[in-house]
């Protein structure tokens, strides 16, 4: 008999019911924050759903009626921050008007991935564990970032550079124990240069690089 591919399995990181009346709002919210609060003071280690309901004030009942286990709770904490980061760049991209956008995003950047680094590296650990890394990509805030400000000129691959370079140094400040050496306006203003450089008409193509070799070839 021919071999077969086992069947993956199924995910089990997705809430059994959203909240739509206000009041199931509050207490989804409420479960929520009752998670965050347990990371920041012990970990995940110290995290289940018993924990989870006390400090919401709920049954365990209720919070299964949302949630079929304590990873999907974590996963739904992920998906807030995330939600929480987009609306904070599309907020200062507006409030920097005809000003500079490219210093107001990584102003924001780096504000949001320092405000709570340890809860953002240990939900977004399980987040990324559970398969959700797509989750993660800025595709469409980068394509709404292109249209306002009128940057599809400088093609999708820059803006591609541009974005990772940007928020690979955010990540850093979450991950690595050395970022704690700089200030965030010393992190600002090197991130703000290197990508103003890239962006700029000067920082097209090296002569020497293989690319442009292959362009003038």
Known sequence: MPATTP????????????????RARATYDAALEATARIVRREGLAGLNTNRIAERTGISVGTLYGYFPDKTAIVVALARRILAEDNAA???????????????????????????????????MSVHLGEGHGAEHGVERFVASLA???????????????ATRAALGVARGLVEESKAQLFSDA???????????AYL??????????????????
Do not use: C, Y
């Open 186 to 196: 010393e992190i600002e203003d090197e991130v703000v240069r290197l990508v103003a």
């Open 147 to 161: 249209e306002r400000r009128d940057l599809t000129r400088l093609g999708a691959l820059r803006l591609f550079v």
């Open 89 to 123: 760049l599309v907020a200062s991209l507006d409030a920097a008007g005809d000003g500079d956008p490219v210093r107001a995003l990584v102003r924001t950047l780096i504000a949001r991935h320092r405000t709570d680094p340890q809860l953002r590296r240990a939900v």
């Open 7 to 22: 069947r993956r399995r199924k995910t089990k990181t997705i809430q059994r019911r959203a909240p739509q009346q206000k």
């Open 200 to 217: 700029s008409p000067a920082g097209g193509l090296s002569p020497a690089s293989p690319a442009a070799r292959r362009t003038n070839s």
